[in-house]
């Protein structure tokens, strides 16, 4: 599995969406009184500061600015109208207005906590977050027991990254005013951060059942239960929170990253048209147009939604983020490496891992782990951190590290986006006394391929190892030793599932073994082809030129995230397909086998394997050949497996299990691997190759004569056996 580029996810500060809102019924009835006040007595101060604080909760800066600075004309030492002209500028977004405003209030009278509490909010506007703790911490000293200014405290410290305080000033204000909505919900935002997901979900329930109309609780909620990929509940509270605040332009771009996430475009873009609708000009929701034709692999789409978003804001944090993001997809590494390193200083959480990812494509090994472990250390909840910082580990050979913290995957909603739960406990490696334990696969194929071998270690704790694998696999695994000896049970994934005591994901294996580079178990060849599947291959392989027998496939995956990097179309490999001496077999399926039809008439490669029903009858095939060579493909891990001499084209930076710099992999012995010089460098790859390829040994004496084939089509069918 690739590391992951992380874009921001949209929970909502608790500074932002923490100020509660009366509803629309009472604030009409506070305007038509403060106005027949007015009507008494035009000069009446508090009829004009009440009719700015309507207009400003109704949107109306212009007459809230009107109706404060009025206020301050008719009583300029009143320190309240100087607060409420303030909080009108603030509105408005003239903030060094505001500040100035604040100020006069302040000279006026210093030991007055209110201008503090507005100057202190302000400063979280603004960012200054350190700013704005010192104002709270000036207001609680005026006035010790004040919860407003303990709220704002808390989210200052919250806003600032220093979350365990945030969370004492939390409870600390709920002691001073008991069901407080506001502070149930900053106590859950800063319980996320911490990783305390359970806590969080407890505290955002409770400030909604204290106030059912509070949309940013309802969609932090939502935002909580999609990272768990509880979706339907995730999708009910996201619905809940826009229903409530129609204008929630964060309601509604989570709600079009959970349908995105989901495969609904359709959906998704209908979400993020509302959100434009709301406001054309807001950032958040250009840059999220941007990830959306991101992942609609639409790059001058997000680039155009980009463009937009940093002409608002060139320094909208994760506007920068996505700069960066696209220039790692175009495989500018350096200007990556520079967009990241600016959106950390703007305060990207996600920038610092996906910079680390762009220097690893750089060649930077010892760089990224540096910026990996920073990233984990300024953002400890993030899952997708702490998997990319496991993969490094483990690709730079730090595997006591590395597959533990590569347990975090089933947090990363990139790799698991439904993890499966289980009633049965996980096995974390003690004696099974004759016990039951599910080993279930949970990626591609080849990583089911690799990690079987593991099923007899399980079995030798004093159990029955029950190895569960995708149907195509199914009839392979039987092949495994301790299958045949009755130590291992094989079943199928989707099927009935066998009855269990205890389970473990394949992959995480190795973390309960401890396996490091020098002691991954090697149980000599662990899978084989059945007989009669094995004779029907050397049956239909019968007519041959003499040469090589030589297996070959060039594309995995499709839906895997990196497949554009391992794969390469054949036509790209037409030098290493003229190699002399060579017959080439395809193991080739799927769309790519395809690519067979276009091969000019001086090429022939035999179609071996796109009509087979699963992988036991390629394991057939693959016994009758001499050598493989292949991508990073399943049909890698099956030669190793069997035992066969395989050689391996590798990308620059190929997948983590690869390692780095080396030509050989402790996980298969016959393995040879052929890694790119730089990146895209197919070409010089083959070179290498063929010139390895002409002292290969030749077939011994002994084998039957081979002819070459009437028909140079280069799709023709496996030729019927000879009568």
């Known amino acids: 599995m690739s590391p992951g580029m992380q874009n921001k996810t949209s929970i909502s500060t608790a500074g932002s969406n923490g100020t509660s809102c009366a509803p629309a019924g009472r604030l009409t009835e506070d305007a038509l009184a403060w106005q027949q006040r007015l009507e008494i007595n035009q000069h009446d101060v508090a009829a004009l500061m009440g009719i700015s604080l309507v207009a400003m909760a109704t949107g109306q800066a212009e007459a809230a600015l009107s109706m404060a600075r009025a206020a301050v004309n008719e009583d300029p030492e009143a320190v309240t109208a100087w607060v409420t002209l303030g909080q009108a500028l603030k509105a408005a977004g003239q903030y060094a207005e505001a500040e ?17 509490l507005g100057l202190g909010e302000l400063k979280i506007a603004t960012g200054h977050w350190e700013e704005a703790v010192h104002e709270y911490e000036l207001a609680l000293r005026q006035q010790p027991g004040l ?23 939390y409870d600390e204000t709920l002691k001073l005013r ?54 339907l509940y995730a999708e009910a509270a996201l619905a809940r929170a826009v229903e409530l605040r129609k204008d929630l332009i964060a309601g509604w771009l989570n ?118 472990e920073s990233a984990v250390e300024r953002d400890p909840a993030s899952a997708g951190a702490a998997y990319n910082l496991a993969l490094t580990r483990l690709r730079l050979g730090e595997w006591e590290s590395g597959w533990a913290g590569y347990e975090t995957r089933w947090n990363f909603r990139e790799v698991h986006r439904g993890p499966r739960v289980f009633a049965q406990p996980r096995w974390q490696g003690e004696p099974l006394h004759g016990r039951r334990v599910l080993l279930h696969a949970e990626q591609g194929l080849g990583d089911t391929i690799q990690f079987s071998r593991y099923a007899a270690m399980v079995a030798a704790r004093g159990g029955t190892a029950i190895l569960q694998v995708q149907a195509s696999a199914e009839r392979l695994m039987r092949s495994l030793p301790a299958a045949r000896a009755g130590l291992v049970e094989i079943a199928v994934l989707g099927g009935e599932r066998p009855a269990f005591d205890l389970e473990c994901p394949l992959m995480s294996l190795p973390a309960v073994f401890g396996t490091t580079v020098d002691t991954v178990p090697w149980p000599g060849v662990y899978l084989a082809a059945e007989p009669g599947l094995l004779k029907k291959k050397r049956r239909s392989f019968r007519t041959f030129r003499r040469g090589l027998r030589v297996g070959f496939s060039w594309a995995g995956n499709p839906g895997y995230k990196a497949d554009q ?51 036991a009858e390629t394991a057939a095939l693959v016994a009758t050949l001499d050598l493989l060579v292949t991508t990073d493909t399943c049909i890698a891990h099956l030669a190793g497996a069997m035992g066969k001499p395989v050689w391996m084209m590798l990308p620059h930076v190929a997948d983590w299990r690869w390692m780095q710099r080396i030509d050989s992999t402790p996980w298969y012995p016959t393995a040879r691997l052929f890694r ?18 002409a002292a290969f040994p030749r077939p011994q004496a002994g084998w039957p004569g081979w002819i070459v084939p009437q028909s140079h089509s280069a799709a023709a069918a496996i030729p019927a056996p000879a009568a």
């Open 100 to 116: 100035q405003a604040y100020g006069e209030a302040i000279r006026r009278d210093g030991a007055n906590a209110l201008p503090r």
């Open 178 to 231: 008991p069901r407080l909505a506001e502070a149930e919900f900053g106590a859950g935002f800063v319980l996320v951060r911490l990783g305390r997901l359970s806590e969080a979900e407890v505290r955002y329930r409770r400030a909604i059942s204290w106030r059912p109309d509070f949309a940013a609780a309802w969609m932090n909620l939502g935002c909580l239960l999609r990272e768990q990929s509880r979706e």
């Open 565 to 615: 990097r391992r794969s390469v179309p054949l036509a790209r490999l037409l030098p290493l397909l003229r190699a002399r001496g060579v017959n080439w077999i395809s193991l080739q399926k799927g769309d790519a086998a395809r690519q067979l039809d276009a091969l000019p008439d001086d090429i022939f490669v035999w179609d071996g394997s796109s009509q087979d029903v699963d992988l």
């Open 147 to 169: 919860a407003s200014a303990c709220l704002g405290l808390g989210h200052a410290l919250a806003c600032g990254g220093r979350n365990q305080s945030a969370l004492h000033c």
């Open 255 to 372: 709600l079009a990253q959970l349908e995105r996430e989901r495969r609904r475009p359709a959906r998704a873009e209908i979400c993020l048209k509302k959100a434009l609708d709301i406001d054309p000009k807001n950032v958040d929701t250009l840059v999220a147009w941007c990830q959306f034709r991101a992942a609609e692999k639409d790059p001058s789409g997000a680039w155009h939604w980009l463009c937009r978003a940093m002409a608002r804001d060139a320094r909208h944090a994760e506007a920068v983020n996505m700069l960066g993001i696209l220039l790692h997809n175009e495989g500018r590494f350096e200007e990556a490496v520079a967009a990241f390193g600016q959106a950390e200083a703007l305060g990207s959480r996600a920038a610092t891992s996906n910079r680390g990812n762009s220097l690893i494509d750089l060649g930077r090994e010892t760089d990224a782990l540096r910026a990996h």
């Open 676 to 693: 790119q010089a730089h990146a895209g460098d197919w070409d010089g790859l083959q070179k290498r190759i063929i010139a390895e390829l």
